[in-house]
């Protein structure tokens, strides 16, 4: 996993959430709605935690095994 850049490790937490709330908003708008486990994913890459492919593989792979 990647590690958070400094511009990642300076948000706080009500500036995650907020950012997940308009990545929420912008999802519903488009018709998707994010579960607990999408939004923990979210959360993440928002902190820097992951990178964005890691998400995209990550999703996938859940989405994959749901759907098995």
Request: aromatic letters at 2%.
């Amino acid at each position: 996993m990647t590690k958070a850049t400094a511009a990642h490790a300076q948000l706080t937490e009500a500036e995650v959430e907020h950012r997940l709330q308009t990545a929420e908003g912008i999802s519903a708008v488009a018709g998707h709605y994010l579960d607990d486990a999408g939004r923990d994913l979210v959360r993440r890459s928002i902190r820097g935690d992951i990178t964005p492919e890691e998400v995209a593989d990550l999703a996938y792979a859940r989405i994959t095994a749901v759907r098995d």
